[in-house]
């Protein structure tokens, strides 16, 4: 039987939800949960990367004690958030949340300096102060060499 892993890493929560195909229909089975919060480091709202990544190996090895190894894997986060990272792929910085303050105000000073209609039509997305682009422009001076190099 061909197996199927989507991993959903919530806000809150993450699962890893087992699917295969049966009589046409999809049967999805929860095999692995686990929580997910937010650690405060120098004053910003931060993801445990590690932590995550290690609640991830664990949903895996869980398919290997179920016998029931997929066949592909899909991983669903939250669409906003990034993490820098160096030539030798080493995280730079915090992994800050789109939770965190350090947006506020920042979308309304890059609209005035490159435009609503502007920005608008470079990403075609609502205007919410969490988005990537007022991250990466919150972005301290320290790692703006880094973000730029995107």
Known sequence: MN?????DIGASSGRHLLGHIENEQIVLEEIYRFENKLTSVDNQLCWE???????????????????????SIGIDTWGVDFVLLDSDDN???????????RTKGVMNDVCDQVGHREIYRKTGIQFMEFNTLYQMSSVDSKNKQAACSF
């Open 3 to 7: 197996y199927f892993l989507a991993i």
């Open 49 to 71: 990367v590690d932590k995550l990544f290690s609640h991830i190996i664990k949903g895996l090895k869980q398919c290997v004690f179920l016998g029931k190894i997929p066949k």
């Open 91 to 101: 995280v730079i910085g915090n992994t800050v949340s789109y939770r965190d303050s």
